[in-house]
């Protein structure tokens, strides 16, 4: 089955830090795009992430200098290290692969080719 499944987060007081894994199965990200998306209460789901296939990284201005997409192609996870966080931070996380097939994905509800989905993790900052 072609799956990508996360770990980590949690709760956390404002200025720490957290770290999100991304495991993925069924197929590898090792030559693949991944992103890392987040979704606040009532908001939007946005993107806050992207390493390209190309070997470039890209990071939102709302994170830029705290959070750093990785990734290990050895284990075939993707990870988001997560430093100095913010209550403005707290959101589900998605993570986020090219694949060969499409996943649901909870973030946009709806199903997007080539795209596969993971299943969010909460991530709460307190003040």
């Known amino acids: 089955e072609v799956q990508l499944v996360e770990s980590g987060g949690g709760s956390v007081q404002s200025g720490g830090s957290l770290r999100l894994s991304c495991e993925a199965s069924g197929f590898t990200i090792d030559d693949e795009t991944i992103d890392w998306y987040r979704q606040a209460p009532g908001q939007k789901c946005d993107l806050i992430a992207t390493a390209r296939r190309d070997g470039s990284i890209w990071h939102s201005d709302s994170v830029k200098g705290r959070f750093t997409i990785s990734r290990d192609d050895s284990v075939n996870t993707m990870f988001l290290q997560m430093n100095r966080l913010q209550p403005g931070d707290t959101a589900v996380y998605y993570c986020?692969?090219?694949?060969?097939?499409?996943?649901?994905?909870?973030?946009?509800?709806?199903?997007?080719?080539?795209?596969?989905w993971g299943q969010g993790r909460l991530v709460n900052v307190s003040s």
């Open positions: 986020k692969a090219d694949g060969p097939t499409g996943t649901w994905s909870r973030c946009f509800q709806a199903r997007r080719a080539f795209e596969v």
